[in-house]
């Protein structure tokens, strides 16, 4: 059936491979003002690639009109993916075109294992190396303060590698409160998302790797990519035990913003021009705080809930979702410098009180020490490159084509990513040295349209 929230009539005629016009149902779409302008974007170059659709019949200058939806094959929510097997257990897929191949993956987030899993399918035996711990080692991130929603356009590509989706109440997503600065309320039913912590689900795709793909496979963690040898197909990382020095046939570089296998293309290629830009918002975290500020329509049933209060600008915001110890826990935002002028408890609980209507009184001091004592995180980096490939070599994920966090996009145009891997890898018939042209001309003009997006993104807050 068609997207619940969206129905079937595309804004946008195409954004992503396969004609499947990906659903932007995460929360903080559902803003208030949401038939806003994108500062005349209808003039602009996305309006050109992408024109509305016939039969469109909200005005061109809306924000709906210049984003992304989906006719995605949605369940009910509570409901999940069924794994379509092979005899030997793994996701069907046509004979395997790549057997004796050789693959690393430099990064073992969602894009990274995601990436491997594609990889497997068709035959090679992969390496995925992370700087990090395992998640489930690393006490860095295991806090749920951070989270990140699963919509049809990601879940399309686990969906395709047989991956099942969690149905328990902690994953599934019932919607989302939206509170603005006057004090009233808005609801989005949600169901049909998925949620997780950024580490938990960076762990779920690592064990569900694992395994779908116990022979083809192998991750090592905390280590780091010293340098590419992009002539002689040849990596060379720093391990726990030693350096280690690695051959490919295909590398996949999946290790973020800060990527070290992006820099070897830029190195490789004088002319590729990589621009890094600021979301200019920073946040903090708080966690542990309990309260009823469920709305009666979401008392019912186990659900992943989110909390978005919005302020007098576009900047200001803050955040709460629901634990599964029945605690909330949630980011608070400025614009980036914000936080220099707080200097005491009382200073962020008169701002916590003025910006936001609706955070329950007995949260506030509670909150107020909690961030006061931390440094704020950046929001977030876009990056735009002219190129994703290289001989032997692609981008994909926050590598390739980060955004921040406001639309929730990141992981699911990273997971998206993988999906138009795998399509590229099954044209190309076998010839590995297709794969990594035929995955920029497949993939980079989309990243760029949501490139611009996001760098609008804030408009929706006004």
């Avoid at 396969?18 to 149902?25: A, G, S």
């Avoid at 002319?271 to 705080?289: H, P, Q």
């Avoid at 007098?312 to 936080?339: E, I, V």
């Avoid at 490159?385 to 145009?413: E, I, M, Y």
């Amino acid at each position: 059936m068609l997207c619940t929230r969206h129905g079937a009539t595309p804004a946008v005629r195409r954004l992503g491979r396969f004609n499947q016009r990906p659903c932007l149902c995460h929360p903080l779409f559902m803003v208030p003002g949401r038939k806003q302008s994108l500062h005349k974007l209808e003039t602009g170059r996305l309006r050109n690639r992408y024109p509305p659709a016939e039969g469109w019949r909200l005005r061109e200058s809306q924000w709906c009109d210049a984003l992304p939806r989906c006719q995605a094959s949605m369940t009910s929510a509570g409901s999940s993916c069924t794994p379509v097997t092979s005899a030997e257990g793994n996701p069907a897929a046509t004979a395997p075109l790549y057997v004796g191949k050789k693959a690393v993956v430099v990064g073992a987030g969602p894009a990274g294992s995601t990436a491997a899993m594609y990889l497997a399918r068709q035959g090679f035996t992969v390496d995925v190396f992370e700087r990090r711990p395992e998640p489930q080692d690393d006490p860095v991130d295991r806090g749920r303060a951070y989270i990140i929603i699963i919509i049809p356009r990601g879940q399309a590509a686990l969906r395709e590698l047989g991956v099942p989706l969690p149905t328990d109440g902690e994953h599934v997503t019932k919607g989302t409160v939206r509170h603005n600065r006057q004090g009233k309320i808005g609801i989005s039913r949600e169901e049909g998302n998925v949620t997780f912590s950024r580490s938990g689900l960076a762990q779920y795709m690592i064990d569900e790797a694992r395994k779908t793909y116990p022979n083809q496979i192998n991750f090592h963690f905390q280590a780091s990519c010293q340098g590419v040898n992009i002539s002689s197909k040849r990596v060379s990382f720093q391990t726990s035990h030693g350096p280690v020095t690695q051959d490919y046939d295909l590398l996949v570089g999946a290790d973020g913003v800060g990527s070290a296998v992006r820099t070897a293309l830029q190195q490789h290629y004088s002319d590729m021009s990589v621009v890094i830009s600021d979301s200019g918002r920073e946040y903090k975290t708080y966690s542990g705080v309990r309260g009823d500020i469920e709305p009666p329509e979401f008392k019912v049933n186990p659900g992943a809930t989110l909390h978005l209060y919005t302020s007098d600008d576009p900047w200001t915001t803050f955040t709460a979702h629901n634990n599964p110890d029945g605690t909330y826990s949630g980011t608070f935002s400025l614009k980036t410098g914000g936080f220099e002028s707080l200097q005491s408890i009382g200073e962020y609980e008169s701002l916590l009180r003025t910006k936001f209507a609706g955070i329950p009184e007995k949260w506030i001091q509670n909150i107020a020490e909690q961030v006061s004592k931390q440094k704020p995180s950046p929001a977030g980096k876009r990056i735009r490159c002219s190129r994703l490939d290289g001989p032997g070599v692609l981008l994909l994920g926050d590598a390739a084509h980060a955004v921040t966090p406001v639309f929730g996009q990141g992981a699911n145009s990273a997971l998206e990513s993988c999906k138009v891997l795998g399509e590229v890898l099954q044209e190309a018939g076998g010839n590995l040295d297709k794969v990594p042209g035929a995955f920029t001309a497949a993939r980079l003009a989309d990243m760029h349209a949501l490139n611009e997006l996001d760098a609008k993104a804030y408009s929706f807050f006004r």
